[in-house]
Nanobody
């Protein structure tokens, strides 16, 4: 199993950009589908973006399409979330998640938080007006 650490949260003005990174430890990162989720107090954890093992398939929730970009670097065990044109409603704790998959699922993305077995500790993103 991998372990995940998110890096890069902070305070940014509306309309600005922020890049989140997720570092995975362990030797099996390249067999894990990855996802980004976010959560605000009192609400359920929300799907943001997902990327398949081989990066051949990517998925976004509608509210971040054309603004956020998920990518991964299997050589460095990293997943990224580039966030542009940030809005006040993007304020949340952002979590990186990993799901170990069999090779026949290497093109599959996963949108449900219950699909993922490994989570990072989260990083706070605050968007101000």
């Amino acid at each position: 199993q991998v372990q995940l650490v998110e890096i890069g949260g902070g305070l940014v003005q509306a309309g600005g950009s922020l890049k989140l990174s997720c570092l995975a430890s362990g030797h099996t990162f390249s067999s894990h589908a990855m996802g980004w989720f976010r959560q605000i107090p009192g609400k359920e954890r929300e799907f943001v973006a997902a990327i398949s093992v081989n990066a051949g398939t990517i998925a976004y929730t509608d509210s971040v399409k054309d603004r956020f970009t998920i990518s991964r670097d299997n050589a460095w065990n990293m997943v990224y979330l580039h966030m542009n044109s940030l809005k006040l409603e993007d304020t949340a704790v952002y979590y990186c998640a990993a799901k170990d998959v069999n090779s026949y699922l290497y093109y599959t993305t996963f949108r449900s938080s219950s699909d993922y077995g490994v989570w990072g500790q989260g990083t706070q993103v605050n968007v101000s007006s």
